[in-house]
């Protein structure tokens, strides 16, 4: 099975604050996702990774950077936190796009509340 | 303006009822896919379909590519499928999402 781990279910931290989310799979996937979810807006993309040392912006990459050094870890940076980055962070990972039916398969998410 | 509509947004059945959510989409796409988050935010794909229809269990996913519309049943509903469930369509290396629909069935 596919497992994909996010270092925090729930993290509180105060604006200004330089923020880490982790993330880690196991299926030596190609493309990571970084996605953003809030009430009424659905799943938002932040960020995503095709490779190793690869980013693309996604949709709202604002206030955000990522990092992948590792193929199996994709991480996602708050640079200085502010209230309105409060939300559900979720993880993706999904083998190389292109070939044929993928699918992406999901971390359990982090609640990031920032104060 | 969203890619990917649902409906209803929110559904509350007795169990046992046969439910049906819908997808609209308007984009091309390479394939759609039908996910399902329980209350403690874990995703899962279901379905994963780019014609016809894919049974699984209780649930079943019929997609029409002429009209860009999806459907996904669930038969003899059960409280445990109680979730919000996510339709998303894949254009090559892009993902949309819908805003989900929130499902609720009373024993």
């Known amino acids: 099975d596919v497992k994909v781990t996010q270092s925090s279910r729930y993290l509180v931290k105060r604006t200004g604050e330089k923020v880490f989310l982790e993330c880690v799979q196991d299926m030596d996937h190609e493309n990571m996702f970084w996605y953003r979810q809030d009430p009424g807006l659905g799943l938002r993309l932040i960020y995503f990774?095709?490779?190793?040392?690869?980013?693309e912006k996604g949709d709202i990459p604002e206030g955000y950077s990522v990092s992948r050094e590792k193929k199996e870890r994709f991480s996602l940076i708050l640079e200085s936190a502010s209230t309105n980055q409060t939300s559900m962070y979720l993880c993706?990972?999904?083998?190389?796009?292109?070939?044929?039916?993928?699918?992406?398969?999901f971390g359990p998410g982090t609640r990031l509340l920032v104060l | 303006k969203n890619e990917v509509e649902q409906s209803p947004q929110n559904l509350t059945a007795q169990e046992g009822e046969f439910i049906t959510i819908n997808c609209s989409y308007s984009?091309?796409?390479?394939?759609l896919h039908w996910l399902q988050q329980h209350p403690g935010g874990g995703i899962v794909s279901l379905f994963m379909?780019?014609?016809g229809k894919k049974k699984h269990g209780r649930l079943i996913a019929t997609i029409n590519i002429q009209e860009k519309h999806s459907s996904l049943h669930i038969t003899a509903s059960h409280p445990r499928d109680s979730a919000v469930y996510i339709c998303?369509?894949?254009?090559?290396?892009?993902?949309?999402f819908g805003t989900g629909t929130s499902l609720t069935v009373i024993p």
């Open positions: 990774s095709y490779d190793v040392k690869m980013k």
């Open positions: 379909l780019s014609s």
């Open positions: 998303a369509v894949r254009l090559l290396s892009q993902f949309y």
């Open positions: 984009v091309g796409i390479s394939a």
């Open positions: 993706a990972s999904s083998p190389l796009l292109g070939t044929g039916l993928v699918t992406q398969y």
